[in-house]
């Protein structure tokens, strides 16, 4: 890991509710620069949630998260926009614009946030692509990509404009293991390459013991850990052996306790 040992997110206090439901239930974290930091859970653990708050499209009931100085929870649009201009986000499905080429989905957040001549713009679009080992594709529709090579592009557009931070959101979901290694290994190369700060969501165990600095380990709205991938390992927590391990949860559920959640809703 390259670290300068300074942190650019600050998770504090963090508490979310969906109506009466709570969601994440006090979650305080930090993430280092050049750091490249795993966040695990289940479905329903809070993870996405999580990832929903550090790109400020959700707002917790309390609680604080500061990106590279930014209090996002309470920051004004502008800040925001500023803010989100130092960030790639690279979303599950890789989000792109059916009716745009590759090449044009690519270039297009600089066209709208800088004032780059095109022929500029082209010369940027063709670099990220060949980091992408997409070079050649610019001019297919999404249509015509592989889940992979989809998963690259929106990769290469997320990184684009050379952002500080870059989230990930499930890079393995859909991929055979064979492509699911390369995307791993394009992240080491990102980070390596461009210094940048990456947070990855995923439930891919295998992905997460390979690129991650450290891990962020979400049950039930609640960090369960945080650590090394040997920390992770090596962790006496049940859920996490049996997470690690893939082996179902026992659930102990009294009788009485059964009958008042069938009949009146609540836990």
Known sequence: MTSSNQSIIEVKNLVTHYGDRNILKDINFSVEKGEIRVIM???GSGKSTLLNHMLALLTPTSGSIVIDGVDVVNANRKTLL????????AFQGGALFSSMTVGENIKLPLQHHTKLDEHTIDIMTRLKLELMNLAGYEDLMPSELSGGMLKRAGLARAVIMDPKLLFFDEPSAGLDPVTAVELDELILKLRDAMNM???????????????A?????????????????????????????????????????????????LTTGKN
């Not at 500023?82 to 986000?89: A, S």
């Not at 700060?197 to 690129?211: C, D, G, P, Q």
């Not at 006496?236 to 009485?256: C, V, W």
């Open 41 to 43: 859970g289940g479905s």
């Open 82 to 89: 500023k803010l989100r201009q130092k960030m790639g986000v």
């Open 197 to 211: 700060t990456i947070i990855v969501v995923t439930h891919e165990l295998e992905s997460a013991f390979k690129i």
């Open 213 to 261: 600095d450290k891990i962020t380990v979400l049950f039930d709205g609640e960090i369960a850990i945080t650590g090394t991938v040997d920390e992770i390992k090596n962790s006496k927590d049940i859920r996490i052996q049996n997470m690690i391990n893939r082996r179902a949860r026992d659930e102990h559920l009294d009788a009485d306790e059964y009958i008042k959640r």
